[in-house]
């Protein structure tokens, strides 16, 4: 019986154990221009640029952020080509015959692999030494997470400055959808705190 409810209980731990490990994203923290007054038209057209060699993670990450806002158009829409987007002048003269006013800038700014000591069950010095004597006890093990942080800033093209910047850390990533899906709501509602886009609530993804 007693090698039975083992059996039962350390199966439990390791489900627990692999639940734990899922993919999580939390914002860090973010930061607003002091003194800035951010006016509705201030924002009214803003191209989302995502900075990635991959193309179709871009594609992906700049609809997604579309998706929250009519405002929001991206990058591959208005500047197509990477010579295009590597042109500065080029670059300044769509934007301004567009009508853009700002642009919302992701890039991948650090990745970096942290373990995390994990204790046993038995919580007291009993339980531990029951272990000894034939009692289940689950030991203690190492947890590997890799962190990605993604900085987020917000640029005014009128007055060519920042305005906004934020940043998320990602916590072991289960799919790249997800992660993108995930970064995107915790950045468009941390704006909308610090208040940004007030008219488009409405226009958020669930």
């Not at 998706?67 to 208005?78: A, D, E, H, N, R």
């Not at 800038?105 to 034939?134: E, I, M, R």
């Not at 970064?183 to 958020?204: A, S």
Request: aromatic share 12%; net charge neutral.
């Amino acid at each position: 019986m007693k090698s039975i409810l083992s059996k039962v209980l350390f199966a439990i731990s390791i489900i627990t154990t692999l639940a734990s490990c899922g993919g999580s994203t939390y914002m860090v923290d973010s930061w607003k221009a002091p003194g800035e007054t951010i006016e509705k038209q201030d924002l009214k057209k803003v191209m989302v640029s995502v900075l990635t060699k991959n193309e179709t993670s871009r594609r992906i990450a700049e609809d997604q952020v579309a998706g929250y806002s009519p405002v929001f158009t991206p990058s591959y829409k208005i500047l197509p080509t990477q010579k295009i987007a590597l042109d500065t002048t080029v670059s300044k003269q769509i934007l301004q015959k567009e009508s853009f006013n700002a642009v919302l800038v992701f890039a991948l700014k650090d990745k970096n692999t942290t373990q995390t000591y994990v204790p046993g069950t038995s919580y007291n010095y009993w339980g531990y030494h029951g272990y000894y004597y034939g009692s289940y006890y689950d030991p203690g093990y190492i947890q590997q997470d890799v962190n990605y942080s993604v900085e987020t800033n917000l640029y005014s093209l009128k007055e060519n400055k920042l305005l906004w910047s934020g940043m998320t850390t990602t916590v072991n990533p289960v799919s790249l959808e997800q992660s993108i899906s995930e970064i995107v709501k915790e950045v468009y509602q941390r704006m909308q705190k610090d208040g940004l886009f007030p008219d488009t609530t409405d226009q958020q993804n669930p």
